[in-house]
């Protein structure tokens, strides 16, 4: 199968900045699109932004021109610059990957990170 580790997330202060990764491992995998997804206490998990492989981007409202996602294809890597951070941002954000892995055949999959948690202080 496909894992996905996180890195990057913190406590940081309203209106600072965070840079959170996500890499994909494994055997014989192609990945299409890549996204993150976050949780806070008591809610559900939110698509945050989303990337294919040919870079079309989406966001969530909330998030636009604060928010940039990006992926290095060739490390099978995609990150999420988080800028003008604010205290609603505060959550568990979930890296997120679908496409196709190599078993006995090529069969789709879809994976998600174990978290990794961002609090925004006021």
């Known amino acids: 199968q496909v894992q996905l580790r996180e890195s990057g997330g913190g406590l940081v202060q309203a209106g600072g900045s965070l840079r959170l990764s996500c890499a994909a491992s494994?055997?014989?995998?192609?990945?299409?699109?890549m996204g993150w997804y976050h949780q806070a206490p008591g809610k559900q998990r939110e698509l945050v932004a989303t990337i294919t492989r040919y870079g079309s981007t989406n966001y969530a409202d909330s998030v636009k021109g604060r928010f940039t996602i990006s992926r290095d294809n060739a490390k099978n890597t995609v990150y999420l610059q988080m800028n003008s951070l604010k205290p609603e941002d505060t959550a568990v954000y979930y890296c997120?990957?679908?496409?196709?892995?190599?078993?006995?055949?090529?069969?789709?999959?879809?994976?998600w990170g174990q978290g990794t948690q961002v609090t925004v202080s006021s």
């Open positions: 494994g055997s014989r995998f192609s990945i299409n699109t």
């Open positions: 997120n990957a679908d496409g196709t892995v190599l078993a006995d055949t090529w069969s789709r999959f879809t994976s």
